[in-house]
């Protein structure tokens, strides 16, 4: 089952000639989440293949309008291509008088509902559930109420030998109690335990998106073990000061946050538009988590 | 001096992969005025070099979101860059409340003051003038209220032979005058024909912009003789019924209008992402009008 993650902008709040706003698009088996949704991202989208036809769920962290000021405009263009199934967006309560605004200027009539979710911006809570996967919220620490996100694969079933099916000849009756963990008795009544008959399926996947926040540790239990953090890192470690003064983080800051929740890999974006080149700021971050990379427009992660 | 447009993005109300949505930009003498500013109008700006802060004066023909929702983001930017000047938008009134309340939810403070300037779509009037510039709006017939502009430079001064000033010793309060088109007296009294002294300057350029706008041949005055008629040809002459039922113009259509206005060049744009290649749009505008091209982003026109 795929699951990646494609950062579409890598930008904070001021873009660049090659870096966009804020948004990342995870790609779970072929259905489009979309966390965060600068200006420009649905020209990302396209740009990178996501398919918008199967986009539904789209989660915004904050309303600041480098994470916002592209909804209006997918939107738009979901309606312009015959769009009719529900969209849902998770984001802080305001977001839906403040699109309502807009869409009513700018819409005569959207052919398909937006099921809005409003997000606690105070508590760790599972605002999404699937046959495959969840997702839960947790609080960052910015200026104005902010939400990471935290994208689990539930863990699946045992996977089973097809040799062992062929051998004792199993009814496919019997295969999904196999795949629970259930032993399987013969018709001639000997039991062949389960641990003959399957083999593990693979770890689930966790893919942790925190942006914006300041330092904070608070945040641990929630990510702890992810497979991909994507923590920002707006400033370099000399400007920690400017860190502190807008809560966002450093590269540093990122990186410790990566190793006390013992994370597999992290990928550092936001990056202010002061730096022209950010590998001063990779290496302050690998210096504590070796593991590190820097978020670019279209950089892929297979999770 | 510099009079020239970029086109910055060329695709109608759905972007494409490589058509972002409507924005000229006219660079007159290192002054950039922008026209129309669809989302990602910023990215596109800087992608192509534009000086944010020698841009003073946005143009809005209409309140569709393709043509607009690009403005939130750049006046962030631009008080992001430490803007104070004044940033002057022309527009239809209901602008005004709309960003109003946009900047309300995600800025707490503009450092620069939003001059806006209410449209009449209704008439011919001039809506801006400088020393070397007027701009007029003219009405377009589209399904909200639309206007074309048209850029015109003002009559130049007449040039001043070099080698005449210094061989007659001309004092240079007398230079004024004389590129005004007055005759030089010398100190012994003899009469210096201005066309001894003089050549004329460059003939002034202007620029049209229409979109979105129906076939209509009323707008044909206000842009007789234009050096570069910048016309949408949103759809082929095969979709004629739907230019119709749209408002929109199609190939022949802009072609048309170029050839009764006598322009001298034609750029046709806003394609429809219906058109995967629209090398066959081209074909049908130069069959009446040859000296066309098709808008691409990034295209540059030195008029």
């Known amino acids: 089952m ?5 950062i579409l902008g890598s930008s904070s709040a001021l873009p660049t000639s090659n870096r966009s706003l804020t948004a990342h698009v995870l790609n779970a088996d072929e259905r489009f989440f979309l966390i965060d949704c600068g200006e420009g991202t649905q020209l990302q989208l396209r740009r990178f293949k ?12 904050h309303l600041h309008g480098d ?57 760790f809570e599972q605002i999404y559930e699937d046959s495959k996967m969840t997702v839960h919220s947790f609080p960052l620490k910015h200026r104005i109420p902010t939400c990471g996100f935290i994208f689990r694969q539930k863990p699946r079933l045992l996977n089973i030998r ?4 062929e051998f004792y000849k199993i009814p496919v009756k019997q295969i999904y109690a196999i795949k629970c963990g259930e032993d399987y008795m013969t018709d001639e009544g000997i039991i062949i335990p389960n641990s003959s ?17 300041a330092y904070n540790e608070d945040i641990i239990p929630y990510i702890k ?11 370099a470690d000399e400007d920690h000061p400017r860190a502190i003064e807008t809560f966002h983080s450093t590269a540093s800051q990122a990186a410790s946050i990566a190793r006390l929740a013992n994370a597999k890999r992290l990928v550092i974006g936001h990056f202010s538009a002061r730096y022209k080149d ?7 971050a690998r210096t504590i988590f070796p593991v590190t990379d820097a978020a670019d427009d279209g950089l892929m992660f297979d999770i």
Chains 1, 2 share one sequence.
């Open 2 to 6: 795929a699951f990646t993650v494609t």
């Open 50 to 61: 996501a398919k918008l036809g199967r986009l539904d769920h789209i989660f915004i962290t």
């Open 67 to 123: 994470h916002v000021l592209g909804l209006p405009g997918l939107i738009s263009s979901l309606n312009l291509l015959g769009r009719t199934n529900d969209l849902h967006i998770y984001a802080h309560p305001d977001l839906k008088k403040i699109l309502n605004q807009l869409l009513a200027h700018f819409f005569t009539h959207l052919n398909f509902t937006i099921v809005y979710h409003l997000l606690n911006s105070c508590s």
């Open 162 to 165: 097809k040799d062992m099916i």
């Open 197 to 213: 008959l399957t083999f593990e399926a693979s770890h689930p996947k966790a893919y942790a998106f925190c942006s914006d926040t």
């Open 225 to 235: 073990d992810v497979d991909l953090l994507y923590h920002e890192a707006t400033f």
């Open 278 to 284: 950010i590998t001063p700021l990779l290496e302050q």
